[in-house]
């Protein structure tokens, strides 16, 4: 076996291109399982632990306003661990002539364990001396730079009121600080939470003795939805707003939502990688076998079994996946650190240890040997066919045939005698050229995928605040408000337009099928706050039934004209049924909206609203409006479009990260299948190339011979990979919709095109890379080999 094992290593050597260019798939392949794998571990174990160490609430009850001796209620069912009660409330703040909103949630004067804790990240708790004392988001001081010890200015109803900010603090209840579920992307400089006291809080939001928030813990092993049943029964005297749980709860959703993709991700995407290194190992196992016959013969001459020649030349398979396994998980140890610590400058976890994980370096290792195995042995397996005194003489060749284009008299005549060569050479190998080209395949279906993931997130942006949205400014009352009371708004300067809205919460449900989601109420025919059909044409709003979003119709199990039943949270409200009149399209959040008289009839309390949108005559004097808002008693936080747009725009960073990312890993993909397979064809025509060359064929001339055929091969790979690509990008686009956001798959022209031109640009650059190999090509040498 030794003289085997020598001659392993020259073979080794004279294929050495070949060999790291599957190498690289292989590597690539193993660090994307072992990397995406550990970030979600590392994003599951951290948030798990930290939800656990801070008693994040399993339940949140959202309250018009109730006493705090409604914590008592809840704390008397027996499945409740842990209450705490609190006032929640939004109020705006001016910070550097930047207008953005704060959340005020009010603490115990003394520090004591509670549901949704906090974590002193600097500074102090609140200390016994003054009341007016803060803690605000880690993320929020660090994004406006401000600094303990200072003063901040909030307005709320109206009034300035003084605060120092003593400490910075984390929650696991703001892992993703979003300010509601209209929001995809976090802006830090324009929202955060802000800590005070509950006494002080009492007194600034005039509710002493009542509360609007309460945070429930629960015994393991309790049912969701019975302890969301039974806790909506005891205090529906209070007005419930909402009761969620943590698949609800905005922060809580997005960070699972991102950890079941990764898994998902992490799963699924290397297999591409594996898939490809097969295949190459399959063409060039079988080949080497095929070129090597009078070798084996002579082996098997010599004594050497049916097995040991197969495990001579499965050697080859056992070493890339060896060797790509071992580099693969080192490079996936550094990917995973790097990509868990950018994944957590969205989610701010207290990340204690991050670290690779031996659980998915062995499958990805197992799976590589799987795959590099299954492609040699049945390129090999022809080797226990192989009879020593055949093998020692020339395979007899194949007996010609005319291809199908010769069959076309008109066609064939007007193709040129290289052209007749490469046709003629991709019909007699097809098996090869037709595994070739599923290399180009994924390739270009991976550049499509790309490139299309951002025509989706650009057309859904233009829908959303183009059209959609199609307001300057938002404003949120602290209570429901009578249409009326909104005249003073209104005639604020460069304000053109008002239009009120009212959103709440409610439970939508058909026969076991429920929802709790948002409803909200429009005037019948809005203008500048648009719902739009599933085709994008604008509707108005029904008198007598809801619309809701396609993805809601599927949870619900519903189709227009179907009823279904709608229970408010209202003190008193019973449960109305109504008919739903459309389907519309949403892309951010899951909604029902109605008419402001529908809404009317099925609540009589005439025209009311918890919020209103504006439009201005011109965008320059958004910031004067702002600030006259923010300064007007009844207002708890004024909403700019452009800033939620610029806060989205700024953060796509990571997603054209994923873009460039993905079109690197389709020209790595591309390249190496193509010069792989080039490689092996250069290899095996030798003799008929320095043939061509003696017979006066210049070396353009034969490197058109090989070139072109890799152009042809390239162009069926585009032509297969477009529509795949499409479906894949589809697929991929309906996998990664959430409750929170629904991105349309859109394809643009340019996308197309784009992918084209890059696939060739990979194939030219792949050639570029050839040349040299068939300038190097001894004709001397070639020819006097013996036949």
Excluded at 227 to 251: C, F, P, T
Excluded at 301 to 313: D, I, S
Excluded at 529 to 536: A, C, H, K, N, P
Aim: with cysteine; charged share 20%.
């Amino acid at each position: 076996m030794k003289i085997l094992f020598r001659n392993l290593l020259r073979d080794l050597k004279k294929s050495k291109g070949q060999f790291i260019s599957i190498l690289i798939i292989v590597i690539l392949g193993v660090a994307f399982y072992t990397s995406l794998n550990s970030v979600f571990k590392n994003l599951s174990n951290s948030s798990t632990q930290y939800y656990e160490e801070y008693r994040l609430a399993d339940i949140w009850v959202d309250l018009y306003k109730a006493p705090a001796s409604a914590k008592d209620k809840i704390e008397s069912l027996p499945y409740v661990k842990m209450s705490t009660e609190r006032i929640i409330n939004d109020a705006s703040i001016s910070l550097s002539e930047e207008n953005a909103t704060l959340r005020f949630i009010t603490l115990p004067d003394i520090k004591r364990d509670i549901v949704n804790d906090i974590v002193i990240k600097s500074g102090r708790y609140f200390s016994e001396e003054d009341n007016n004392q803060c803690l605000l988001d880690e993320d929020f001081l660090k994004a406006n730079n401000l600094n303990l010890g200072e003063y901040i200015y909030p307005v709320i109803n109206g009034n300035k009121v003084k605060l120092k900010i003593v400490g910075s603090a984390k929650s696991p209840e703001f892992v993703y600080t979003l300010k509601d579920s209209s929001e995809i992307m976090v802006d830090n400089k324009k929202f955060g939470i802000i800590y005070i006291k509950q006494s002080f809080g009492e007194a600034i939001f005039d509710s002493k003795g009542f509360i609007n928030n309460i945070s429930i813990n629960l015994s393991n092993g309790t049912r969701i939805e019975t302890a969301k049943d039974d806790i909506r029964k005891i205090l529906k005297n209070y007005g419930v707003k909402s009761v969620m749980d943590r698949d609800e709860q905005i922060s809580s959703k997005m960070i699972s939502e991102e950890i079941k993709q990764l898994k998902s991700t992490g799963g699924s995407f290397p297999i591409v990688f594996f898939l490809v290194s097969s295949i190459i190992i399959y063409i060039m196992m079988g080949r080497m076998v095929e070129n090597q016959r009078v070798q084996i013969g002579v082996l098997k001459a010599l004594g050497f079994t049916n097995v040991q020649v197969l495990t001579y030349y499965m050697s080859f398979s056992m070493i890339i996946a060896v060797i790509g396994s071992l580099i693969g998980s080192v490079v996936g140890t550094y990917m995973g650190v790097g990509l868990t610590k950018m994944y957590n400058q969205y989610f701010s976890l207290p990340l204690s240890e991050i670290r690779i994980y031996g659980e998915f370096v062995i499958p990805a290792f197992v799976l590589t040997l799987a795959f590099s195995l299954f492609a040699g042995y049945n390129s090999c397996k022809v080797i226990f066919k192989i009879m020593p005194s055949e093998a020692m003489r020339e395979k007899s060749p194949e007996a010609g045939k005319k291809i199908l284009f010769e069959k076309i008299e008109f066609i064939w005549s007007n193709i040129s005698n290289l052209g007749k060569i490469i046709l003629r050479n991709l019909f007699r190998y097809k098996r090869r050229a037709l595994l070739t080209s599923l290399g180009i395949i994924f390739s270009s279906a991976l550049l499509l995928v790309a490139l299309s993931m951002s025509d989706s997130m650009n057309f859904m942006i233009e829908e959303q605040y183009g059209n959609i949205q199609n307001y300057d400014i938002k404003v949120k009352f602290p209570k429901i408000m009578s249409v009326e009371e909104l005249s003073s708004i209104k005639n604020i300067e460069h304000v053109t337009e008002l239009e009120p809205v009212l959103e709440t919460g409610v439970e939508i449900s058909n026969g076991w099928r429920s929802k709790d989601v948002g409803l909200t109420a429009l005037i019948e025919e809005p203008q500048i706050y648009r719902v739009e059909d599933t085709s994008g044409n604008k509707i108005n709003l029904p008198n007598n039934g809801i619309l809701i979003s396609e993805k809601l119709a599927n949870v619900l199990g519903v189709k227009v004209n179907d009823k279904v039943n709608i229970k408010f949270f209202f003190p008193g409200k019973e449960k109305r049924e109504a008919v739903v009149k459309g389907i519309i399209v949403q892309y951010i959040g899951l909604s029902a909206y109605t008419s402001m008289d529908g809404l009317n009839n099925m609540l009589g309390e005439g025209m009311i609203a918890s919020s209103a949108v504006l439009k201005l005559d011109n965008g320059k004097f958004e910031n004067e409006v702002e600030n006259k808002l923010k300064d007007m008693p009844g207002i708890t936080s004024v909403e700019s479009k452009s800033d939620s747009l610029n806060a989205l725009l700024k953060n796509m960073g990571a997603m054209k990260s994923s873009v460039g990312a993905m079109i690197v890993l389709a020209a790595i993909l591309l390249i190496a299948v193509l010069y792989n397979i080039a490689t092996i064809n250069i290899f095996e025509r030798q003799r008929e190339l320095a043939t061509l060359k003696v017979l006066g064929f210049t070396n353009n001339e034969i490197k058109k011979l090989i070139f072109n055929e890799n152009y042809i091969i390239s162009t069926f790979g585009i032509i297969i990979g477009l529509p795949f690509g499409k479906w894949l990008g589809s697929a991929m686009m309906a996998n990664s919709s959430t409750d929170s956001y629904s991105i349309p798959y859109v394809v643009e022209i340019r996308s197309y095109i784009i992918t084209v031109i890059l696939t060739l640009v990979f194939t030219l650059v792949t050639n570029l890379m050839l040349m040299r190999k068939i300038k190097s090509i001894d004709m001397l040498e070639v020819l006097k080999n013996k036949e």
